[in-house]
T-cell receptor, first 112, second 114 residues
């Protein structure tokens, strides 16, 4: 089983739609969680961190369910500019070394 | 305040040559991470370095690949005797500490082996 699993998509949605991405992780000791966005052939950029209580940033809402080891990202009122790959990221602790474990990403295409 | 600087942006090498990829972290960042992204695949961790120390190289291929982060100058990822399978985007990220919330990526180096 992969450490971080995501539905690869692609998700094709019309402008204005609401779309949700899911992510599961295997290491119950993971402590920090993030969603990154990667545009084609560019570097990943942090979209938002994910907190236990859930958090919202404009049209984006992230949720964490530790019991189910599940993270979600909800995008409301999709814009054309939201088209990208969304990467789910969790931390892995190995001794004093914390590192990020990356999902393969979910591809989103928002159509006019 | 420049971000993470990687160069070159594009690098073409013939099979058997050496490739050197450079990464200058953000000012004040002393932790550097290298990742590789193969076409149509996700990011794969390669190595984590602090100044003059390799902290975690569990993602590095056992042969031909090496990395360093000297006291002065950029971090270098070195690939000897490149093969076609090394063609990929190589991303460097830096952070000010082990706090991963401050993680910032460079624009990457796209290596093509011909």
């Amino acid at each position: 089983r992969k450490e971080v699993e995501q539905d690869p998509g692609p998700f094709n949605v019309p402008e204005g739609a609401t779309v949700a991405f899911n992510c599961t992780y295997s290491n119950s000791a993971s402590q920090s969680f993030f969603w990154y966005r990667q545009d084609c052939r560019k570097e990943p950029k942090l979209l938002m961190s994910v907190y236990s209580s859930g958090n919202e940033d404009g049209r984006f809402t992230a949720q964490l369910n530790r019991a189910s080891q599940y993270i979600s990202l909800l995008i409301r009122d999709s814009k054309l500019s939201d088209s990208a790959t969304y990467l789910c990221v969790v931390t892995s602790n190995a001794g004093n070394n914390r590192k990020l474990i990356w999902g393969l990403g979910t591809s989103l295409a928002v159509n006019p | 305040n420049a971000g993470v600087m990687q160069n070159p942006r594009h690098l073409v090498r013939r099979r058997g040559q050496e490739a050197r990829l450079r990464c200058s972290p953000m000012k004040g960042h002393s932790h550097v991470y290298w990742y590789r992204q193969l076409p149509e695949e996700g990011l794969k961790f390669m190595v984590y370095l602090q100044k003059e120390n390799i902290i975690d190289e569990s993602g590095m291929p056992k042969e031909r690949f090496s990395a360093e982060f000297p006291k002065e100058g950029p971090s270098i990822l070195r690939i000897q005797q490149v093969v076609r399978g090394d063609s990929a985007a190589y991303f460097c990220a830096s952070s000010p500490s082990t706090d991963l919330y401050g993680y910032t990526f460079g624009s990457g180096t796209r290596l093509t082996v011909v």
